[in-house]
């Protein structure tokens, strides 16, 4: 079964909507460097860690220095913390062996650039990119679209065909993202076959304001696929 993960929860409201939507994991995106609608302060990112209940999973969103998304890490305890930015090799590395021992697992976005799909890392073919990050000591990979005008939560899929096989040949959990809605989320699933899928955009009515129908639709199609 594919797990979903609704991201972009800025209230109570949101992880209520989540919740009783059918949601594995919930996301909050926090104190993210670059302006994104639903950034929240660590403050608040840890009242609604602490809301979620249990056996529903939480990941902070963060991007910057190493010290900065480790100190969020800390301040909010969620179950997974996703460097989503530009981070290096060395500093995903530095960011897991930081939080070695608190609980707090690492996923790292591997941001995709929906015009030219290549991978925003030092290696640009995503295959490649995907391999060489196995080696950072992640718990996970997210698989998320780029484009010039919004580094996440851009609205826009990527070309999910030119990713065929990848689920296949690497060892991590495949986290997929990016314009992911209920019309279209099973037919990447069959494409890509991830781990999970991961939402943001697709189940708002308007950007920031997350709408409970969207949320259900959305895990209904993931969920009854198959059936």
């Not at 056996?55 to 010290?67: K, L, M, Y």
């Not at 490649?128 to 005008?149: H, N, P």
């Not at 314009?179 to 991830?194: H, K, M, W």
Request: proline letters at 5%.
């Amino acid at each position: 079964m594919t797990r979903v993960k609704v991201c972009g929860l800025m209230s109570e409201a949101d992880v209520e909507m989540a919740v009783s939507a059918g949601a594995d994991s919930l996301g909050f995106v926090t104190e993210y460097p670059v302006p994104v609608p639903w950034n929240i302060p660590r403050k608040r990112s840890a009242e609604l860690v602490a809301a979620a209940p249990p056996f529903v999973t939480t990941t902070a969103v963060v991007g910057g220095r190493v010290e900065d998304m480790v100190a969020i890490a800390r301040a909010v305890r969620p179950h997974f913390l996703q460097l989503h930015g530009d981070e290096t090799l060395e500093e995903i590395r530095n960011v897991c062996q930081a939080l070695e021992g608190t609980g707090v697992k690492v996923l790292k976005a591997l941001r995709i650039n929906v015009e030219t799909g290549e991978a925003l890392f030092a290696v640009k073919d995503p295959f490649e990119a995907c391999a060489f990050l196995e080696r950072s000591g992640i718990a996970g990979l997210v698989l998320d679209s780029k484009t010039s005008s919004r580094p996440a939560g851009t609205g826009k899929p990527l070309d999910w065909s030119a990713l065929r096989g990848l689920s296949e040949k690497i060892r991590l959990p495949l986290i997929l993202a990016g314009g992911l809605t209920s019309t279209n989320v099973r037919q990447a699933i069959d494409i890509v076959r991830p781990y999970a899928v991961d939402v943001i955009s697709g189940v708002e009515r308007e950007t920031g304001v997350k709408d409970f129908q969207l949320i259900r639709d959305f895990v209904k199609a993931v969920k009854d696929r198959g059936r």
